[in-house]
């Protein structure tokens, strides 16, 4: 980031084993501020950098600080998640400053790195794509055999350092007073400094029942939708990227809300 810092507005609750601590939770002051939202990525390069110059030109027309906010899953099913983690791991546009969210894949990806979780789960949430690109292909995983220790010791070998870096450097929440930022959604009726992780990262059918009963405007991915939607108090821009090849942004100017598309 440039030119000003980002409190934590308070550290997540202990991870199952009690022994990890989650990923931050930030408070952020946005007034003033040009905000763009990006839905689920799923390693679509082109459909990103085709939204960034839509995001630049938009906001070429507007004045204030601009801050692009990724809502997570950058990783798995698309075809260059490698790519996508590459271009998220180095400065933003200029004139922009970024911050990206931690989706469930990328909790998925990052706890078979850290030695959390089996291959076989990361791979059924369609952890393979992801493989490919960093140079791991199917006959790779078999000609390993069945030794868990050599299949990780070729995963971690072939992701870059900064890449695991900045997986577990992601934030899971921001909270801007008006607006939530977050990947899945909130659990209906539960303070938000009692919010599970489990549930920013993968909640659906509760979080979308409750959407004209939520305290806060809630700005999220996680659930494909055909077009980006408002319903209630929350705000949907996972397009699914990864089948449509349409991948989403919301722009909030001065509380208002407009959705952008890669495609016109």
Known sequence: MTGWKLPKLFSSGSS??????????????IE????????????????????????????????????????GDYVDRGPRSR???????????????RICLMGNHERFMLDFLDDRIALADWLTVGGLPTLASYGIEAGDLRALGSDPARIAARVRAAVPAHH????????????????????AGIRPGVALEDQ??????????????????????????????????????????????????????????QNRGRFLSNRH
Not at 16 to 29: F, H, N, S, V
Not at 33 to 49: K, N, T, W
Not at 83 to 97: A, C, I, K
Not at 164 to 183: E, K, N, S, W
Request: charged share 25%; hydrophobic share 45%.
């Open 83 to 97: 790519d996508v983690m590459e271009h998220l791991s180095r400065p933003p546009p200029p004139g922009f400053d």
């Open 16 to 29: 199952e084993t009690g022994q990890r601590r989650g990923p931050a939770r930030l408070r952020l002051d």
């Open 196 to 253: 599970r992780d489990e549930d920013l990262l993968f909640i659906r059918k509760a979080f979308h029942e409750a959407s004209h009963r939520l305290p806060r405007y809630v700005v999220h991915g996680h659930t494909p939708v055909d077009t980006a939607e408002r319903i209630g108090r929350r705000m949907n821009l996972d397009t699914g990227a990864f089948r449509t090849g349409r991948l989403t942004a919301l722009r909030i100017w």
């Open 32 to 71: 003033g501020f040009v905000v763009y939202a990006v839905g689920d990525v799923h390693g679509c390069l082109d459909e990103l950098l085709a939204l960034e110059a839509v995001i630049a030109d938009d906001a070429s027309r507007l004045g204030g600080e601009k801050l692009i906010i990724m809502l």
């Open 164 to 183: 695991a870096d900045l997986l577990r450097a992601m934030p899971i929440l921001i909270d801007t007073g008006h607006f939530l930022f977050v990947h």
